[in-house]
């Protein structure tokens, strides 16, 4: 791909990009092209005018994917200057490139109550949406009223929460539609209550995460439905005797046997391979089969 062949956008291309150095893993191949927009007309430029034939891939803070060691064909897009946020009586209106950490700490400044349970996940704001990130009796669906966004080849278009019908660590996004912002509703709270709330969820998380480490979080989906009463993704780990596995620089926490780390040098490949371990151990020894939470991206595989 040569620069040439491209819409003239202000925001940047970046050519033959590596991103292992934006994986949370620190693994995975190049992109042919990376392009950052300006700000969402900038996007809108950039859609409505590119090669017809050119693959796009959206891609947020990288918090929960596992990128091919082969990379990414076509263009990669990454929203980190959509980072606005409008605060309005009883809603606000944040764009995709923000981080829940940002957003919620100016938040609590503010004395304001939104997402602040979300406070130990590293994405982004529109990550978030697109995989209704969320914990334990908590997911940002609970406060989302509407989501904005491109749908291709460049038309602006807005969708409602409700017509959405989001489910567990699943958005249920177009995959034709580029979330660029969400309104989310607000709630007055005092803000020494949220920043206590805020401290307390990072306490729990240093004690409870490998934190510090090339880490994608939970690796695994919390069972439902058919997987034995009450159990989580860790336990039925732990239970078929996978909580000290590992293949070549990837390896199960010892912290929590629901993240993975690499331990240096790993590749996207021995991760995949660790997570078909873990698949395939767990419902041998449980007869349940575990879903993945990670997101595999790109080619190859």
Same mark, same amino acid.
Do not use: H, W
């Given at each position: 791909?040569? &620069?040439? $062949? @491209?819409? =003239?956008? &202000?925001? =940047? /291309?970046?050519? +033959? #990009?590596?991103?292992?150095?934006?994986?949370?893993?620190?693994?995975?191949g190049c992109c042919d092209v990376l392009f950052i927009p300006a700000d969402v007309d900038d996007l809108l430029q950039f859609l409505s005018k590119k090669p017809e034939n050119?693959?796009?891939t959206i891609l947020g803070n990288m918090s929960n994917v596992l990128i091919s060691d082969y990379g990414i064909s076509g263009c990669v897009i990454q929203l980190r200057h959509?980072?606005? *946020? $409008?605060? /309005?009586? +009883? /809603?606000?209106?944040?764009? %995709?490139?923000? @981080?829940?950490?940002? #957003? *919620?700490?100016?938040? %609590?400044?503010k004395g304001i109550s939104c997402c602040e349970k979300l406070f130990c996940i590293p994405g982004s704001v529109g990550g978030a949406v697109c995989m209704n990130a969320g914990i334990p009796? #908590?997911?940002?669906?609970?406060?989302?009223?509407?989501? !904005?966004?491109? !749908?291709?080849?460049?038309?602006?278009? *807005?969708?409602?929460?409700? =017509?959405?019908?989001? %489910? /567990? &660590?699943?958005? +249920?996004?177009p995959r034709d539609f580029i979330v660029t912002s969400a309104k989310l509703k607000t709630f007055a709270k005092d803000n020494n209550a949220i920043l206590s709330e805020i401290k307390e969820i990072k306490a729990k998380r240093l004690k409870s995460q490998p934190i510090g480490q090339a880490t994608c979080g939970s690796t695994f989906k919390n069972p439902s439905g058919t997987a034995p009463q009450g159990a989580k993704a860790w336990e039925l780990i732990k239970r078929a005797g996978c909580d000290r596995l590992s293949v070549g620089g990837a390896k199960v926490s010892e912290k929590h046997? +629901? #993240?993975?780390?690499?331990?240096?040098?790993?590749? %996207?490949?021995?991760?995949? =391979? @660790?997570?078909?371990?873990?698949?395939?151990?767990?419902?041998?020894?449980?007869?349940?089969?575990?879903? $993945? $939470?990670i997101k595999r991206i790109g080619s190859k595989w």
């Open positions: 791909m040569q &620069r040439n $062949e @491209l819409p =003239e956008v &202000r925001g =940047e /291309y970046k050519f +033959n #990009f590596s991103l292992k150095s934006l994986s949370f893993f620190k693994v995975g050119l693959e796009v959509l980072d606005k *946020i $409008e605060f /309005y009586d +009883n /809603y606000v209106e944040v764009q %995709a490139g923000v @981080l829940l950490s940002k #957003f *919620i700490s100016e938040c %609590a400044q009796g #908590f997911e940002i669906s609970d406060v989302l009223i509407s989501v !904005s966004g491109i !749908s291709f080849p460049g038309v602006p278009k *807005i969708f409602l929460k409700d =017509e959405l019908n989001m %489910a /567990y &660590r699943n958005g +249920n996004i046997c +629901n #993240f993975l780390i690499n331990t240096g040098g790993a590749k %996207a490949s021995d991760f995949v =391979e @660790l997570i078909e371990i873990i698949k395939q151990k767990v419902f041998e020894e449980t007869g349940y089969e575990l879903q $993945e $939470e």
